[in-house]
């Protein structure tokens, strides 16, 4: 079965400190891999996407992700946290070609402490 | 501002009412999804279409139903509401089918609370 698995519901890190939040995906072949933010009240932003190519990818905000096949992961990382961080992050799956459809996992709130 | 509208903003509605949801896509884009995010559930694919067809179909139930007009505006109706579809709905939008990585943009949601 398709499946997007974040451990963590919620996760607190001082202003200033590394984060990553973690993604396990369960999918029946390479899957086009994603990160969305939601912050209170809006909808989702992307963040960064993979498809191919250099396992390391580069996103907005200061973001990126490692995608790891062995481990079924794509991980997200960022050095330095701001306040404005804070907010709910979604990972997600998608099919290489036919549709759109996203399999999301059931996201991890960000709290960011002074 | 992702370029993506959805109306109403906030609905409230009694159970075994019937509501539509309404989304504009972007501007050029040809496909339209709608999302369905309620506590239990998650995040949750409902449905695709594409430049006016049904292209995917998700967890969506059969109370509720799509379509996409030919302006490529879509709408979402749920009936025969029940307490358990009280959620976030959102609708997202892509220039092509879908699929290849292709970014879907997401619109603020309509929330929907059923009493």
């Known amino acids: 079965a398709q499946s997007v698995t974040q451990p963590d519901i919620h996760i607190t890190v001082s202003e200033g400190a590394s984060l990553e939040l973690r993604c396990n995906y369960s999918y029946g072949a390479t899957p086009y891999l994603f990160w969305y933010v939601q912050s209170p009240g809006q909808g989702l932003q992307l963040l960064l996407k993979y498809f191919s190519g250099d396992t390391l990818v580069q996103g907005i905000k200061g973001f990126e992700a490692e995608f790891k096949r062995s481990q079924s992961s794509f991980n997200l990382r960022k050095p330095s946290v701001h306040w404005s961080d804070a907010a709910e992050y979604f990972c997600?799956?998608?099919?290489?070609?036919?549709?759109?459809?996203?399999?999301f996992g059931q996201g991890t709130t960000l709290q960011v402490k002074p | 501002d992702s370029g993506v509208t959805q109306t109403p903003k906030h609905l409230i509605t009694a159970t075994g009412q019937r509501v539509t949801l309404r989304c504009s896509p972007r501007s050029g884009d040809l496909s339209v999804y709608w999302y369905q995010q309620s506590l239990d559930q998650g995040l949750q694919f409902l449905i695709q279409?594409?430049?006016?067809?049904?292209?995917a179909k998700g967890n969506i139930l059969e109370r509720f139903s799509a379509q996409q007009f030919p302006d490529l505006h879509s709408e979402l109706n749920l009936s025969s509401l029940e307490l358990g579809d009280s959620a976030l709905y959102f609708c997202a939008s892509s220039v092509g089918l879908g699929g290849a990585g292709e970014t879907q943009y997401f619109g603020p949601g309509t929330r929907l609370l059923v009493l």
């Open positions: 997600a799956v998608g099919p290489r070609s036919g549709t759109g459809k996203l399999i």
């Open positions: 279409y594409y430049n006016g067809e049904e292209r």
